[in-house]
C-alpha cells in the first residue's frame, strides 16, 4: 500500500487535451487483486472517452467541440474480473481509492459514469476535502444516516454527460474525438445522467455486493415497532390469473378484493385535480384532521387498469429527444398498444414555470424508467434553488449567474431545473383511492395506490425491497432481487407526524432444474406470472426453470425500504441492454434489476407527503397542466 498522491490542478493540453494532476490514488500489493488483472490498454482509452463526453456535455453542453483525457489520475488503474463458464466474458473495475484500513476490502468504481463524480471533485476542489466530492465512496461518510446511498446502479453502455461542480481549462478547438457517440445515443441524458448499464452486456460491469440504505431512526423506530399482528393483510385475486391456483391463506385476513373490472365500469368517479400549492410538507409535522372523503370499500379495490403498462401516467421518466439526448418529463397519458408496436406515450417535459416545454409523443423504445439513470449534482449557480419549492424560485436572476454562452443559457438552466424537479418528485409521494379497511385502528388509513418518488405503485402489484440482515443471511446478494407483493399500503399517523408503511410478503425468484419439485402454487401479481413464464421458455432448453420461493410472511416495511417498482425483464431488456438478442440465443437472461438505481439515490432532502401529483411537480410544469389520470385514480390529501 502506498500514500496519496496530491498534486496540484486539472490542466489543459494542446489540441483540446485534458490531463488531471491531482490524485489521491493509491497503490496496493497486487495479492489483493484475487482474480483481477489488470486491463487491456484499450479499455483504458475508451474510459477517458466517456469522461471526454461527460466533460464537454457538462460544461459545453449542446457544443460540438471535442475533447480527449490522457490518462487516468495518478495510481488509478482498471483491472478485469473474467466469469462464465469458459471465461470469455469480462466485467471491469477502477481501482485506486484510498482506504484507511490497510485490511479493508479495496474499493472500486463500476463505470467511467460512476468514476466521473470522484474525478471531477480531482479537477476542481484544490483544498482535497473529501466531504466536497460526490461519489459513491466518498458520500458514505458525508451523508447523513437517514439518506440512502447515492449509486446502486451497474456501469454505462453508452456515453452520458456528466455531473459536479469542477471546471477545467482547455486550449485548441480543432482535435477530433477520442470516440463518437453510440448509434442513435446522442450526447446521453441532457441534464448530465449517469446511465445505469446492463447486466451482461459485454462492457458491463458487474455490481458488487450492496447494502441496505440507512433508515431515520424515527423510520426504524415506526417499522420495528409494528407488529405484523397489527397490520392485517389482504389477499389478492388479479384477474389474469388461473382459477385453478390456490390462494394461500394469510394468518391475518381482511376482506379480499374483487378482481378487477373492465375499465369502463370503474369503482370511483372522477375527481377534479387539486391546485397545485408551493409549500412543501416537512418531514414530520402535527396532524390534522383530514376532510371526509369518498373510501373504496375493500371488497371493491381493484388493481390498477395499467399495471401491465411500462410507462405509467404520472410518473417520472427519461424520454428521448429529436436530438438524441434524454431529458426528464413526466407521463401525461399511456396511448392504446397496438399489436407487434411499441405502446406511444404523451410526456410534458420537466423545466420551470419560465421556460416550459411543449408536450412530446414517444415511443416505449425512446423511454427509460427514471431509475434507469443517476441524477448528477447541479451546476454551483443553481444550488441555492435545490430546496425550494420550484414556483417560488427567482429563475431569471440564476440564469443570468448561468456558466454559458447568452444564447445558451435558458436551455442550460432548463435542464437544471429539471434536475431539481426530479429530485423533489423522488423525495416526496402521494396517495391514491382510500380504502375502507375494518381493523379498528383509527390511525391508519389504507390506500389502492401511490405515487412513490417517480413511480406509480398499486395495490397487489410488486415492488423491489430491502430485507435487513436478519430477515435473510442472502440480502446483500447482488445476484438476488427479493420482491414484495404489497398487500397494504398503509399512512400512520400519530401527534408526533406520520409515517408510510407497506405490508405484504418477500419472495425471490430461483432457478431450479426441471426435475425439481413443483411448488405448491399460489397466486401471484400478473407481473410476476409473466416474469416466470418468459423466463421459463428462455432457460427450458438447457434444462431449468424458474420458481417464486416466499421467503417472508406478512411482513411490515418503511418507506425506505422499497427500492421501486419490479420491472419485468421481457418489457425493460430489450430497451436498456444493447446485447439483448444474443444473450436470450445463448439462453441466458440479463439481470435487469440489479441495473436499476433505488429510490432516494438522487441527491436531495425528504419532502415526504404531497398533495396530489400535481402538487409534487408545481412549478417545473407550466400553470394550468392537467393530470388526466382519469376514473381509477382518485388522489386524496
Known sequence: MGEPLASSAAVAQPESQLRVTRSDGMIYDDARYVHKEKAPLDIEKSWLAKFAILFRDQFYPNSEREFVFSSLPDKYHIRLSRRGKAGD???????????????????????????????????????????NCRCKHCLVTARPEDQAPVDKQIGSAQPGPGSGTGSASNSGSDAKPAAKKGPGSGSGPASGAKLATKKGTPSSTNRPVTQSPARSAAQSAAQSSMSTAALPMAQATPPTQPATRAVPQSTFQSPAPSAARPAAQPAVQPVAQPVAQPVAQPVAQPVAQPVAQPVIASQQLQIQPDESVLFRAGEVVWFRMDSGVFRLGIVLQNFPAHPNTPRMNRIKPLSHFRYPIPEIDRSELDMRPFLTFSVPALQPAVQKAAHQAMDTVDWGTIEAEMPYEQNMRAEGLSTEASKIAASHVDNSYSLFNPVRINDHQANRLDFGGVFLGCEKIGIFEAVRVWLEPHENPHQDNHDSTFVMVLKRIVLNRTPEGENLIFGGDVWLLNEVPLTHPQPQLERLPAAMEREKAFRDEVKRPYGSRFDWVPMLRNVVKSERSIRGRFYETQKLGPSVSPAWNEFIEKGEVPHIQRSLNNRFDSRGQYLGRKKSRLDTVAGAVPPGTVLPFGPSVQEWS
Do not use: C, V
Not at 479495496?106 to 476535502?129: G, I, P, Q, V
Open 89 to 131: 466474458r469480462f466485467d471491469y473495475y477502477l481501482y485506486g481509492y484510498p482506504s484507511e484500513n490497510g485490511r479493508a476490502k479495496l474499493k472500486f468504481y463500476r463505470s467511467a459514469n460512476e468514476f466521473w463524480d470522484h474525478l471531477l471533485w480531482l479537477m476542481s476542489d484544490t483544498s482535497m476535502n473529501r466531504s
